[in-house]
């Protein structure tokens, strides 16, 4: 069936480092891919998406491309912030009967100390 | 602009006691899911309305979850008899047709 795979966490990095949240799936035809966060207290809020192969989301300074020969949709950001400390689900959705479902990953919890 | 509210935050109830949450979506928003996400999980979808109608309700335990949403605005989802392992955050979300999902913050049950 659908399904999103992320990397393990924590992560935990210092303020500028670079981050890498890795992300595969396994899905039939042609998914939509989404990079969701959650704050502390707070809602899932959707980061960033991609629609359709080699297409590149990108917002606050993330990063991700969607990638079809390898299957995979990483989150990468050239510099973290302390205010970037959250969990971070990816997860994809289908054209199909249950078109508007999301699957999600695990989630990767991310802390970025100053 | 009020996002997705969400009420109670906080549920501890005894198992096989009745509980029941309360979703008001995004005003104008037709379409209204509800998601259990167990600890250290992703949030799994239980079911989805468009407006009044439940279209997807494949994943929802119904011998003991049920779901209305009348009027096709507020919805309440509720579990009768809650067992222990219902102990998670149920998140309800929102959108304008199937375009981006808008997440609440959640209600986080405990069933003791």
Redesign the interface.
Known sequence: GDS?TQMEGPVTLSEEAFLTINCTYTATGYPSLFW?VQYP??????LLKATKADDKGSNKGFEATYRKETTSFHLEKGSVQVSDSAVY?C?LSKASS?????Y????TQLTVWP | EAGVVQSPRYKIIEKKQPVAFWCNPISGHNTLYWYLQNLGQGPELLIRYENEEAVDDSQLPKDRFSAERLKGVDSTLKIQPAELGDSAVYLCASSLGLDEQFFGPGTRLTVL
Do not use: C, D, P, S
């Open positions: 999103v969701y207290g707070e809602g899932l809020q959707l689900f997860a249950t078109l508007g479902r999301l999600f990953g695990r989630g």
